[in-house]
């Protein structure tokens, strides 16, 4: 095994390992094998880190006959010790997943484990309530603590004004407006990145992601070398790990999946953000009200009201639709897996029973 266990290495603690993670562990467990965090997945093996050091991990074949990507950066695994392969994944605390890129159902975990989603948004034309309550969505499904961090406040002339607008779609959020490239920026988000503490951040392109990782790294040349080196041609290509260490002792999970974060069956989520509007549709006259134009909607009176925004109801109406179809899609796909496992065993039967008439 690739590893060097045995040498300094980060304390579980360090790692992030939490009660929740031991208590899942036999003593028999404790003696087969050792705890280890995902730094990144590969086709059919992993690399880990561990109180040891790293090591470069076999996933067991179970686990690639449903695809690697079921194992995800940020996962807590059990590693045999002695050889290189993975006895077991452990139940995670929280879970961001997507709908697979060029697929229309399939459910990808994308990042395991983390405590903090740092939803990055810029105080100008990026700015975008409903797009700052998907990410919300996503992070509330996931039981993830959601942070709004709002950049390029030294560019606009008021940051409170859109301050104020994020208070009133996420109530309960952390918001913070800040010059990702300014020096009291580590302080004012030190809270979130305690060691042991693993964060992500997620916005759209030129929001300043890179810029918020460069600065809490202190060094520019640091960070892009922990995430990027260049290939034989001189370009930059992003290397293995995903998992990367940052100075105040979080972790940093950085996948490409994070940045076209697509919206699947996060109905909980969607719930939880648009309490206040669930809340209201709860007295519409029948319960499967579509609250466009039907009898009785109580959300159309409130609107009529003026009682509660119609982009706010219409985001609701657009995000619930969305994890509905996705929850509907993934019920379907595992209906129609579980049908071809079934076929496939009355096939295997019947073969088995013509042998024995033989
Ligand atoms: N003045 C100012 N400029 C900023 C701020 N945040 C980001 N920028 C600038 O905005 C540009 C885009 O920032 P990036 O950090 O590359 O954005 P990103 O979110 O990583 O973008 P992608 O890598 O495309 O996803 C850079 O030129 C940054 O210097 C800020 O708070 N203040
Ligand atoms: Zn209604």
């Known amino acids: 095994m690739t590893s060097n266990h045995g040498a300094a290495g980060p304390s579980l603690s360090q790692l992030g390992w939490r009660p929740f993670y031991a208590q899942q562990l036999t003593l028999q467990d404790l003696e087969a094998g050792f705890p280890a965090r995902v730094a990144s997945v590969h086709r059919s093996r992993i690399d880990v880190l561990h109180e040891g050091g790293d090591a470069s991990v076999t996933l067991p074949g179970s686990l690639l006959a449903d695809g690697s990507a079921s194992v995800t950066v940020g996962d807590w695994v059990l590693v045999e010790s002695g050889t290189d392969r993975m006895l077991r994944l452990l139940e995670r605390a929280s879970l961001i997943a997507r709908i697979a890129a060029g697929s229309q159902h399939e459910m990808q975990p994308i990042a395991a484990n983390l405590d903090t989603l740092l939803i990055v948004s810029s105080c100008n034309a990026d700015f975008n309530l409903s797009r700052l309550e998907r990410y919300l969505s996503v992070a509330l499904d996931a039981r993830v603590e959601p942070v709004i961090l709002l950049t390029k406040a030294d560019l606009c002339d008021d940051p409170r004004e859109y301050l104020d607008q994020v208070a009133q779609v996420a109530r309960n959020v952390a918001a913070i407006a800040l010059n990702a490239l300014g020096d009291e920026t580590p302080k004012r988000l030190a809270p979130w990145l305690g060691a042991g503490q693993s964060v992500a951040f997620v916005g759209s392109s030129g929001v300043g992601k890179s810029t918020l990782v460069n600065t809490l790294t202190l060094s520019a040349q640091q960070a892009t070398a922990g995430i990027r080196e260049d290939d034989a041609r ?38 939880a953000v648009f309490d206040d509007v669930e809340a209201l549709a709860s007295a519409c006259r029948y319960r499967d009200c579509s609250h466009e134009g039907d009898e009785g909607c109580a959300l159309q009176a409130a609107l009529e009201r003026g009682e509660i925004d119609e982009r706010r109801v219409t985001s609701y109406l657009k995000l619930q639709r969305e994890a509905a179809n996705a929850a509907r899609t993934t019920r379907e796909r595992r209906e129609r897996e ?21």
């Open 234 to 271: 001189g370009r930059h290509t992003t290397t293995a790990r995903n998992l990367i260490a940052m100075p105040g002792g979080a972790w940093l999970i950085d996948t490409p999946g994070m940045r076209e974060l697509k919206i699947g069956a996060v109905e909980s989520g969607v719930s």
């Open 338 to 358: 579980r049908f071809f496992g079934r076929q496939y065993k009355a096939v295997q039967d019947q073969q088995r029973k013509e042998k024995q008439g033989r």
